[in-house]
């Protein structure tokens, strides 16, 4: 039903469009009555009777609508339908004509204000037509402007870069009245500068610019330039050499007259060097003579003021087998090494305080601060100095005096050649001196300091990047070396194989040759102890520890071979546990600091040595930042001879214990050691009786033990102290022989509790342990 309604609009709407369309294109529809009246026919009318089916046709399509059924209904013919259709669009089109005519008068004048406005939109366009072409040629104008713009602005830069080089050419060229004048009148000075700078870029023009070489201008100018260069390298060569000349002057502060008289006017040098290669040269070689005089006769002079306070504390007697006695026996005291030293020896008794480091060690403290020692004031003192000290004071000044001169003659001549030329009759000087004086230093303990303190300079000039003198510290090194191995070949040949005789003293306390090494080895190992490691810088560190261990063989070997030489075995025994409790002593006390003469230093130490072990770190393993002895122990490797050594103390005391109680309890001893090879042998379980040392056996000896354990107790006290008297070793044997004997009775008790009842009725019987450690602890506090 809605589509049926939807299709009727459509008709319906169409129609009217049609006629509508009719109406304006002005095909109307002629409905005369009188014409119809005249016998037209419908067909003339509506059409033919193709469309009259056409529009049955639609009226049998459209019949369901309700537009048309409410017509049909109404009783109303279709046809008066249409006519009041047209009727009603007849009258709307009259009245459109005549609201038309009505509005006629303003169609006019809307028509005439549109003509007006055509003519003004024309004229407008005419002028904006001219107003374009007047722009276009404004713009033409402003482009020709903008290329005459660049071609100026290109042609201005170009005279302005030819103005400047003509200026500068003009300028370079030309020499004022007033340089001339200020140049050959004016006095040298601060001042002189300018002008000769001012000299320096004309030359420099004159002979380098090509321009210039071509130019006429250069044939007028260069006479008046050559006279004065002439004559201004006249006068700064003048002013040069009364600077240098200066330095001649007697208690003249050097460093002074370099910064103020020289190195001020350095532009002076860099002058002569451009313009007058030859006066250069003149006062190069001048400075370097006159500074080279002047130093070497300072370091000469202050040489001979340190080798009066000189004192040698080794002697070529002082030997670790040389006899004690050479104060008395004259030089047949060294009779032993005779061919060994190239000249006789002087007699004087050599103690162990000659090996010693001591208070020596402080000379490695404050390498880069601490000055250099004034000859004269330490002479007004009293001062004596170990060759050691000069060595360090006259290394001290020659570093510094190296390094100041090296940073000038870089600075102000700009040639390290002339340091090398002007310092090496200085380092002649020093370094002939030093080998010289090497020939008559027989102490090892010097040898190794003056080593430790080439190696701190070096370290010095290195950390200040001044490489001047090392090609000197170097021979320096190869000097000390091989010195320090001629010295100690000199200590090992005297004791060497065959001394032992003359050496032997026929006494158990400890040797002169043993309280020697101790103080000799504890002293070298202070000193290497930064260095223990396979490259140390100094040398081969290796190389050293190798000497050390080839030195203690040798004290060994000796110790041994007189141990020998006693009447009993047990004086012998005696003598090597002494012996090696010194020389272990000696090394505990270095590697805890205890051997400086210093009280502060003593108390560093051992606050370092407290420190490292509270740590937990290895003995000497605490040092100090500067590199010096003073708390660094004898390191890893004396720790090792450590060791070595009390291992052989405790092999000999563990010899005199079994001896002593042996003698003493030698009942009791042999059973323990029998009883318990049997029951291991056997393999005896506990609860049975051992065959040939059950209970019954052991009786007897249990009762021996109660009656005399207390007298031989006190005997053996008695020995210890006898034996060990004023050494401090004693008490550690008393006690080892007394925790020995407490281990043989332990052991004793023990093999009797596995015997069964009867070993254990015998145990409960016999004398306490208890009462055997009071006894003992009254004994040995007693």
């Known amino acids: 039903m809605t589509a049926t309604i939807s299709d009727s609009s459509k008709y319906a709407e169409s ?57 049909l209904e109404r009783g109303q013919v279709v046809k008066e339908y249409a006519r009041d259709i047209d009727d009603k669009l007849r009258q709307a089109e009259m009245e459109s004509i005549q609201e038309y005519i009505s509005e006629s008068d303003n169609m006019v004048a809307l028509h005439d204000q549109i003509k007006n406005c055509d003519g003004i939109l024309g004229s407008m366009e005419q002028l904006l037509g001219k107003f374009q072409s007047d ?11 903008q290329v005459q713009a660049q071609t100026m602005g290109t042609k201005l830069k170009s005279r302005r870069g030819t103005e400047r080089k003509m200026g500068a050419f003009v300028q370079n060229m030309t020499v004022s009245e007033r340089m001339v004048t200020q140049i050959l009148e004016a006095e040298v000075g601060d001042d002189y500068l300018e002008y000769l700078s001012e000299l320096d870029k004309k030359l420099k023009f004159v002979n380098g610019d090509e321009v210039a070489k071509a130019s006429q201008s250069r044939k007028d100018l260069e006479p008046a330039l050559e006279k004065l260069r002439i004559k201004a390298v006249t006068k700064v060569r003048d002013f040069l050499l009364q600077k240098v000349y200066l330095l001649k002057r007697p208690k003249t502060n050097l460093q002074i007259i370099q910064q103020s008289s020289l190195l001020k006017y350095k532009y002076f040098i860099q002058f002569l060097r451009s ?49 004690d006695q050479g104060a008395s026996s004259g030089v047949s005291g060294v009779s032993v ?6 000249k006789s020896a002087v007699s004087r008794h050599t103690t162990e305080h000659v090996f010693e480091l001591g208070d020596r060690v402080a000379i490695l403290e404050g390498m880069e601060d601490k000055a250099a020692v004034i000859p004269h004031m330490a002479e007004a003192e009293g001062s004596k100095l170990t060759y050691e000290v000069i060595f360090r004071n006259v290394h001290k000044l020659l570093v510094d005096t190296a390094n100041s001169e090296y940073l000038f003659c870089t600075d102000f001549f700009e040639d390290e050649g002339v340091f090398r030329e002007l310092f090496t009759p200085i380092i002649n000087v020093v370094e002939s001196d030093l080998a010289t004086a090497l020939q008559d230093n027989w102490d090892m303990v010097s040898i190794l300091l003056m080593i430790r303190i080439n190696h701190a300079q070096r370290k010095l000039l290195g950390g200040r990047r001044v490489p001047c003198l090392d090609d000197y510290l170097d021979r320096v090194q190869l000097l000390l070396w091989p010195r320090f191995k001629v010295l100690f070949d000199q200590q090992l040949a005297s004791v060497r194989s065959g001394t032992e005789r003359t050496l032997f003293q026929d006494s158990s306390s400890v040797h002169f040759v043993t309280k020697r090494y101790a103080a000799l080895a504890s002293s070298l190992l202070l000193l290497m102890t930064e260095y223990d490691s396979e490259e140390s810088g100094l040398f081969k560190a290796q190389t050293f520890y190798d000497m050390m261990d080839r030195l203690w063989a040798a004290i060994f070997d000796l110790l041994l071979r007189m141990s020998n030489l006693f009447r009993d075995k047990i004086s012998g025994i005696i003598f090597l546990t002494v012996n090696y409790a010194h020389i272990v002593s000696t090394y505990k006390s270095a590697d805890a600091g205890l051997l400086y003469g210093s009280k502060a230093s ?30 660094a122990g004898i390191g890893r490797t004396g720790a090792a001879a450590i060791k070595d050594c009390d291992d052989q103390l405790q092999t000999c005391t563990g010899l005199y214990v079994e001896d002593q109680l042996s003698r003493h309890f030698p009942i009791l001893v042999d059973y323990v050691k029998k009883a318990e090879q049997q029951q291991k042998r056997l393999a005896i379980p506990e609860g049975q009786a051992v065959p040939n040392f059950a209970p019954a056996q052991a009786s007897p000896i249990l009762r021996d033990f109660a009656v005399r354990w207390k007298d031989a107790i006190e005997e053996m006290n008695r020995e210890v ?62």
């Open 135 to 145: 722009l276009g040629r404004v713009s033409e104008e402003i482009r020709q402007l």
């Open 337 to 342: 090494l005779t061919g060994l030293f190239h």
């Open 275 to 323: 313009h007058a290669p030859d006066l250069f040269i003149e006062i190069r070689n001048e400075y370097m003579a006159v500074m080279s005089r002047i130093l070497s006769s300072h370091f000469r002079t202050y040489l001979s003021g340190l080798e009066k306070m000189q004192t040698a504390i080794a002697l070529q007697c002082d030997v670790l087998g040389v006899s």
């Open 15 to 71: 129609l009217r469009t049609n006629l509508i369309a009719d109406l304006f294109d002005g095909e109307e529809v002629d409905f005369d009555e009188d014409k119809h009246q005249q016998g037209y026919n419908i067909d003339d009318i509506i059409g033919s009777t193709t469309e009259l089916q056409d529009v049955e046709a639609d009226l049998d399509a459209f019949a369901e609508h309700e537009f048309l059924r409410g017509i």
């Open 602 to 631: 003593s108390n560093a130490a051992a606050a370092a040595a407290t420190a490292a072990a509270s740590s937990g770190a290895p003995s000497g393993a605490a040092g100090t930042s500067d590199g010096s002895a003073t708390a």
């Open 721 to 782: 102290a006898k034996h060990f008297a004023n050494t401090p070793c004693g008490r550690d044997v008393l006690q080892a022989s007394m925790t020995s004997l407490l281990k043989y009775y332990t052991r004793l008790l023990e093999l009797l509790k596995r015997q069964g009842p009867d070993g254990q009725a015998l145990v409960r019987d016999a004398i306490n342990i208890p009462s055997i450690m009071y006894e003992i602890k009254r004994i040995t506090k007693s």
